[in-house]
């Protein structure tokens, strides 16, 4: 990984290396170009490679950067939780740095080497940018045809299961009622990026949408059942979510048991908790054996 970019190779690189050296900093979440407040092309660091997070980060950028002023010389907008740095280009056209923290080094350094470098040649600059983005959309192909060979592979290997007899409607509430419950201790932010970090990259899973107010949508027909190998990937998903809560939270079963979440929702994600018999099935893994 590329931790720092010295000045004296700037000159050499084109704009696609560039680029991908900036994205390769810490906390550099994805780079922009954008052309009269309107996103041109987007390119996101290696991290981000999932479809869901890159259209999360391309919708709560496009929002942030509607109310522009007409010119600057640079520009810092808050994006969601996170900063955008904006450098023009030209008369119509920026640059946009976004990044998990309001980072001084990258904004008035790194930022400024960026937007000189992209400057020398907008043409290459732009061609460079949608060759950039191929790259990206290729390998996000890639890594969801590879998620569908999983997903294939778990339905090979579990030809038994038993059917949970449960409809996408009662997981989405029992989602949305563990949602809550988890917001109230760790916060909006932590729980979106916890829910977003943690869901297996099963392509159908994606139909689960998570807002910023940590609410859960299916998009998906909320009556149809749900197939043992689909409630697998709940599971799954749900489990690598506590796992990741519970290094904060350390006596979050007790804390979901106290909060009123039944039964019948605990089990729509194989959640047990401190006293719940029902639940004692040797098939019901606790997700909290961490």
């Given at each position: 990984?590329?931790?720092?970019?010295?000045?004296?190779?700037?000159?050499?690189?084109?704009?696609?290396?560039?680029?991908?050296?900036?994205?390769?900093?810490?906390?550099?979440?994805?780079?922009?170009?954008?052309?009269?407040?309107?996103?041109?092309?987007?390119?996101?660091?290696?991290?981000?490679?999932?479809?869901?997070?890159?259209?999360?980060?391309?919708?709560?950028?496009?929002?942030?950067?509607?109310?522009?002023?007409?010119?600057?010389?640079?520009?810092?907008?808050?994006?969601?939780?996170?900063?955008?740095?904006?450098?023009?280009?030209?008369?119509?056209?920026?640059?946009?740095?976004?990044?998990?923290?309001?980072?001084?080094?990258?904004?008035?350094?790194?930022?400024?080497?960026?937007?000189?470098?992209?400057?020398?040649?907008?043409?290459?600059?732009?061609?460079?940018?949608?060759?950039?983005?191929?790259?990206?959309?290729?390998?996000?192909?890639?890594?969801?045809?590879?998620?569908?060979?999983?997903?294939?592979?778990?339905?090979?290997?579990?030809?038994?299961?038993?059917?949970?007899?449960?409809?996408?409607?009662?997981?989405?509430?029992?989602?949305?009622?563990?949602?809550?419950?988890?917001?109230?201790?760790?916060?909006?932010?932590?729980?979106?990026?916890?829910?977003?970090?943690?869901?297996?990259?099963?392509?159908?899973?994606?139909?689960?949408?998570?807002?910023?107010?940590?609410?859960?949508?299916?998009?998906?027909?909320?009556?149809?059942?749900?197939?043992?190998?689909?409630?697998?990937?709940?599971?799954?998903?749900?489990?690598?979510?506590?796992?990741?809560?519970?290094?904060?939270?350390?006596?979050?079963?007790?804390?979901?048991?106290?909060?009123?979440?039944?039964?019948?929702?605990?089990?729509?994600?194989?959640i047990r908790t401190l006293s719940t018999e029902d639940l004692s099935s040797s098939e019901d893994e606790s997700l909290?054996?961490?």
């Amino acid at each position: 990984m590329v931790k720092t970019l010295k000045v004296d190779k700037l000159n050499t690189m084109s704009a696609a290396e560039l680029v991908s050296a900036f994205l390769n900093l810490p906390k550099v979440l994805g780079v922009a170009l954008v052309k009269q407040h309107r996103i041109h092309s987007l390119v996101v660091s290696p991290q981000n490679y999932k479809t869901a997070d890159q259209q999360k980060l391309l919708h709560v950028t496009q929002k942030a950067l509607t109310d522009l002023p007409s010119s600057f010389d640079a520009l810092e907008v808050l994006v969601g939780n996170n900063y955008a740095y904006l450098y023009p280009l030209s008369d119509d056209l920026c640059v946009c740095a976004i990044t998990e923290n309001n980072n001084l080094i990258i904004k008035s350094i790194v930022g400024r080497r960026l937007q000189k470098s992209l400057q020398q040649n907008l043409e290459a600059t732009k061609s460079d940018f949608r060759a950039l983005q191929r790259q990206q959309t290729e390998r996000t192909k890639i890594n969801a045809n590879a998620a569908d060979a999983s997903l294939t592979k778990l339905q090979i290997a579990s030809p038994e299961l038993p059917e949970p007899n449960l409809t996408f409607a009662e997981v989405n509430l029992a989602l949305n009622r563990l949602s809550e419950t988890v917001c109230e201790f760790l916060g909006p932010k932590l729980t979106v990026n916890f829910w977003l970090s943690s869901r297996p990259d099963y392509g159908w899973l994606r139909q689960f949408e998570v807002s910023e107010t940590t609410h859960l949508t299916f998009m998906g027909d909320e009556k149809m059942a749900v197939s043992a190998v689909q409630h697998l990937c709940i599971r799954e998903w749900t489990r690598n979510f506590m796992k990741q809560c519970s290094h904060i939270v350390h006596d979050l079963p007790s804390r979901i048991e106290n909060s009123g979440m039944d039964v019948r929702q605990r089990k729509a994600l194989s959640i047990r908790t401190l006293s719940t018999e029902d639940l004692s099935s040797s098939e019901d893994e606790s997700l909290f054996n961490l």
